[in-house]
């Protein structure tokens, strides 16, 4: 139904409908291969979630003009998961066939990538299918063991044309980005069936802070051949609880919808070694004072981790303990964002005195961490400097939570007649 579309497409210029008949020939090449894609465009997607009432309610509506495909762009661009194509060479053969000029962009599978092996399998990341004076950017998006979709940086070989397509435009890869699996919704757009995220706003929303780090596997096998991991039953034992403490409290936060980071020295560990820190015995955690919900101590008290204990207050200083199973805590900070510093408080509950530990301004990215999607911060040697000083390589056993920390300062002390309220331990 191409020609009565263009039909009622008067006035639309040629470059408009361009774009609409290069992306209705992708989809078609695609659906003759049986490859199921779905529509990311940040800026189409922006464009449907005006009218997504009307999208969704109408399924087949035949919209009187190119609404959404005529959109001025350089790409469209679709995801594709890896799991549902077996990457299929007849589709390059279809796709030049109708006149398509594609490139493929592989690099080293992450997945593989473990403490034991950087096999350096390569898997392919991102297609790009040309056609005329438009193209289609196909992510390919893989599953995580943290029940994640990922999807890897678009990075051009040597030998590649780097004049192909302007891939400074692109929306997705210059950096990896991490998701949940969307749930999505067939629609009717522009006459073209297409599959879209079920709720656009949230997925554009998501795409905003979806960047990703990788864990330094390199950099954790060099120090663990200067320092040989301990491999005690205690060690194992240990990682083991940690492990499931923060599952644990991963899931209650996430339940509540409050943001998290690692910190301290769970973060330190991921960062150093891609591991829980064996000799820590608790796991930390950061949270922006912004995000504090009073529901936080109940919903984890519900989920079996009782209150130990709880300093400070929402203005200042606050800072909650929770028994995890076994002798491992979980320490969760509040963080207070001033104009050019962010900090975190403690106390000493036997003199009332107040501590600051002062970090350079972060932002949050993604990482996957014991088979788990969790944030940390993405400035994350700064982070870890700050906290631990120049020497954070070092593994230190004995350490002053009031003295050791590279960042700490006294700040007074509580007045006692708030102790009572500023100084709980359960």
Known sequence: NGAAFSKARRGQSSQDSTRWHVVRKFLGLISTHNIPVYLIDPLILGLVDKDIEQIRSSPDGPSPECKYFCAPRDFTT????????????????????????WLKIINKDPRLDGMDDLSGMEIPLHYIFKLASHAI??????????????HGPLRLKQHMDRKFVPFRKLHFGRYPGAYEKPELLLVSIDDLKVQIPKNPS????????SRFLECRYREARAFFQLYPDDASLDAVEFRKKAKSLLHLAAGTLNNLGVKFWLSSGTCLGWYR????IPHSKDVDLGIFIRDYKADIIPAF????????????????????????????????????????????GGTQAKSGKKFKYLFPKFTLCWTEFVELKVH??????????ANYGPEWKVPVKTWDWKSSPFNVQDNGIWPIDEWDNVIQIY
């Open 202 to 209: 949230s997925f554009l929303e998501e795409m905003s802070h």
């Open 376 to 385: 940390v911060p993405c400035e994350t040697l700064q982070y870890v400097e």
């Open 301 to 344: 008290q519900k989920a079996g981790l009782p209150l130990k204990h709880k300093f400070g207050k929402v203005e200042d200083s606050l800072e909650l303990s929770f028994q995890g199973e076994g002798d491992v805590k979980l320490d969760i900070f509040f963080f207070y964002e001033e104009d050019d510093h962010i900090w975190n």
């Open 78 to 101: 679709f995801a594709l998961l890896d799991k549902t194509w077996k990457h299929d060479v007849g589709l390059f053969k279809t796709a030049e066939k109708m006149g398509f000029q």
């Open 273 to 276: 070694q891609c591991n829980v």
């Open 137 to 150: 950017h196909l992510v390919v998006f893989y599953e995580r063991s943290g029940n994640f979709l990922w």
